[in-house]
C-alpha cells in the first residue's frame, strides 16, 4: 500500500517552511503574558505553537521524549507499516522559540498560577492550557490492572503497546481467535476500535485466512455503523463477529492468566485478547481539579477555559466537547482556537465565537477508506453540531470513491504531523 | 492592509467580503481567523503543491468561495468536502475565504 512516506524528507521541508512561516505571521497586536501548556501532543503541541506566533511566551511541559501518534497506529497493527512512521518529536516546536521542559507535571495550583513539575520546581503562569490526553483506568474494569495489560494490550495509546499486540498477532497460529473489548462512550477515538478490527481482519484474510475476530462491545451501537458493518460483510465475509450490549457484549471482569473475558452471559477466551478499558482525562487534569466527576473536563466552548478552574484551559481527549469526537482533527483544531482564546484574553479583549471542523478517516482495508464529518459551534454552552452538515461517506459508493477516501487519509495524517511536529 | 487593498479592486462579491471582515474584527486584529478558518489547515497544509489535498493558504479567495458554493449545491463532485461546506453560511465562506487568501 502507499502509506510509507519518509519522514525524514518530510519534516525536513517541514521545517525550512516551519521557520519562514513563522517570520512571516507576525501580527499587528501581540498580546504579552506567560503560558505553560502541559502536553506536547496533537492537542497541547499545536497550541504551544499558536500561542508563539501570537508573540507570547510559551512553555511547553512534555513528559515523553518520543511522542508516537496513535492515528494510523492500527495499520502497524496489521503489518502496514513500521511504528517508526507513527514517531516524532518536539525539535522544530523547541526551534520556534518554545521552551520545552521534558518532565512530567504532577500537580496544577490555580490559586497561585503555578504548576509543579515532577523534580519539585514549578512553573508559573498567567494561563495554562491542559492537553494531557487518557489515562488508561485500571481499576474501572475487575481484572485488568498495568500487569494485565502486558499480557492482554490496550494499544490505546501508542508505543510499547503497539508493539506488543502486533507481536501478539504474529505469533498467533493460522486458524486462532482475537478477541476485542471495546468500552461504552465516551473514549478517545469512537472510530478506532473497528478501524483496528478491520485492519487486523485484513492481516488475517492475507496471512492467516483461517482466523477469527470477536468483538465484545459495552455499546448497542458505534460510529460508522453501518459502513463498517457493510464493508466487513463485502470484504472479509464471515470472519468478524460483533456481540452488541444488549445480545451480551458487555465484559464486566477479566482473568489475564488465562485471557478470559467474563460477560452476564458467559466467559470468552482468545488467542490474542486486546482489552480497550474505559478511560479518563490524564492525571494533571484531575490533580489540577480541573476533571469532574465522570473524570473528564467541563469547559467553555468559546475559550475551552476550565468551568471548575480559572485561567486553566483544557482541549482534546481530556476535555468534554460537546459533539466533538475525542480525535487527533478536533486536538489540533481546539489547540488554534484555544491559542486565539487565550491571546484575546491576555490582551483585555473578548475572545471571538469559533466554529470547528472535525474529519475522522478509518481505513477498513489499505484502499478503502470511510470517514465522518462533523462542524462544530457553541451553542447554549455545549459545542454543537451545525444542523445539515457533517455526517459519515455514502453508505453506497463505488470503489474509487473509498480508494480516494483512503489516499485522503493518509494525505490528512501527513498534513497534521506536518503542522503539529514539522 | 496592502492585501485588503488589493483584494478590494475585485469588487462585487469580494467587496462585501471585506466589508464583512472589517466590520467584525477589532481594527489591531485583521490577521485574526474568521470562525472556522483554522481548522482547515488540518488537511489542507500549506506549502505542498502536489499533495492530494490543495493548499489553501494563499490561494485566490473567490475561487475558494466558488468551490465552497459548489460543494454546498452539489454541483462539484466530493468526497468529504460537500458535508463540511454545509456547516457555513455564504458570508462565513466568504470570511474564511479571504483570510485563507492572504495567509503565507
Ligand atoms: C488506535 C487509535 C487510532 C486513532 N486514529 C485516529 C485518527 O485516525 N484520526 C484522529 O483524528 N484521531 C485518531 N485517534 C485519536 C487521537 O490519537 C487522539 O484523539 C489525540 O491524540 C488527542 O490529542 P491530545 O493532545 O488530547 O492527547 P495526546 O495526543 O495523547 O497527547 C498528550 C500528551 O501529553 C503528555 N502528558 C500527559 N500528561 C502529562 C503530564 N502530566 N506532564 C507532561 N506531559 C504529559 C503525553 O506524554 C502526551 O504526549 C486515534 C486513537 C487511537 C487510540
Redesign the pocket.
Known sequence: MSLAFTRRALLKTAAAGAAAAALSRRTAAQASGRVVV?????????CARELKRKGLAVTL????AV?T??????AVLAGLRPIETQQFNLDAVEKEGIAIIR????RADPQARRVV?EDGSSQDYDRLVL????DIRFDALPGYDEAAAGTMPH????GEQTILLRRQLEAMDDGGTFVMVAPANPF??P???Y??ASLIAHYFKTHKPRSKLLILDAKDSFSKQRLFQAAWQELYPGMIEWVSLSSGGKVIEVDAKTRTLVTDFGRHTGDVVNVIPPQRA???AQ?GGAADRTGWCPIDPVTFESRLQPNVHV?????IAGGM????????AQ?KVCAAAVASLLRGEAPAEPKLI?????LVAPDYGISVAGVYNPRNGVLTDVEGAGGTSPVSAPPSFRAQEAVY?EA??QT?AREVYG | MARLASVLTMGGMMSVAVVVMVKTMPAAAQGVAPPGATSCSGCHGPGVSDAAVPPLHGRPSEEIVAAMQEYRNGRRPATVMDRVAKGFTDEETRAIASWLSQQP
Open positions: 502541559v502536553g506536547g501532543g496533537f492537542g497541547g503541541a499545536t511541559v512534555e513528559a515523553n511522542y501518534a496513535c492515528p494510523f497506529s492500527n518532565q512530567r507535571a504532577v513539575l492537553s494531557p490526553g487518557i494499544a490505546w495509546k501508542a478517545r477515538c472510530p478506532g476500535p478501524e483496528r490524564g492525571q494533571i490533580a482541549i482534546g481527549d481530556a476535555s469526537p475525542k480525535s487527533a482533527f478536533s486536538a489540533n489547540g472535525n474529519t475522522c478517516y478509518s487519509a490528512w495524517f497534521i
